[in-house]
Nanobody, 124 residues
């Protein structure tokens, strides 16, 4: 059973920082792209940042220059460093990963996995 477990959310004042972590556990062949999405009340889930296994990252325009995504492949973990937080960053943040499973010999398939979400609230 593959699981993504997030940590690091919480309440922070505007201008503050938080660091989210997401660790994958279970039995799998490999982890390919990993990313963070967020969903604010009444809004659709949106991409925040995504990073390939090789370390290439892309960001939503709204977080460029403030957020940094990184990963530790040895620990099967992705991080999101969030600086200069704004009230509009308030949302539930979800970890996402494309994880390859070895279904059988010579049969490896990629599946999309999500974490349970962690609340980030930016408020004074």
């Amino acid at each position: 059973q593959v699981q993504l477990v997030e940590s690091g959310g919480g309440l922070v004042q505007p201008g503050g920082s938080l660091r989210l972590s997401c660790a994958a556990s279970g039995s799998f062949f490999s982890i390919n792209a990993m990313g963070w999405y967020r969903q604010a009340p009444g809004k659709q889930r949106e991409l925040v940042a995504r990073i390939t296994r090789g370390g290439s990252a892309n960001y939503a325009d709204s977080v460029k220059g403030r957020f940094t995504i990184s990963r530790d492949n040895a620990k099967n973990t992705v991080y999101l460093q969030m600086n200069s937080l704004k009230p509009e960053d308030t949302a539930v943040y979800y970890c996402n990963a494309d994880i390859a499973l070895a279904i059988a010999i010579m049969d490896v398939r990629e599946y999309d996995y999500w974490g349970q979400g962690t609340q980030v609230t930016v408020s004074s």
